[in-house]
């Protein structure tokens, strides 16, 4: 499973995600009316956050027994997009 928290670009992960990869995602809201988009087990969840200072984006991909394989962080102390380093 492929887990994305993140500011921005929902509409081109969603689009990448089910219509180009054909995986099922669900996208989780604050208010509980979360979005599945296609049958079966999720294969990306995609988790919106509000930008705030202490937002941070976030992609984390784990094995089918849920281990964390690997995280993708913002570098630390740069806020610019997209350098994120491999934790």
Not at 1 to 14: A, E, K, Q, V
Not at 66 to 83: K, T
């Amino acid at each position: 499973m492929i887990y994305i928290r993140s500011c921005s670009g929902f509409c081109h992960l969603l689009v990448w995600s089910h219509n180009v990869l054909h995986l099922t995602v669900l996208v989780e809201s604050e208010d509980g009316s979360d979005q599945r988009f296609s049958e079966g087990i999720e294969a990306v969840l995609i988790v919106p956050i509000i930008p705030t200072i202490r937002s941070q984006s976030s992609v984390l991909l784990f094995d089918s027994s849920n281990e964390e394989l690997f995280r993708l962080l913002p570098a630390p102390g740069d806020d610019s997009y997209p350098s994120f380093y491999l934790k």
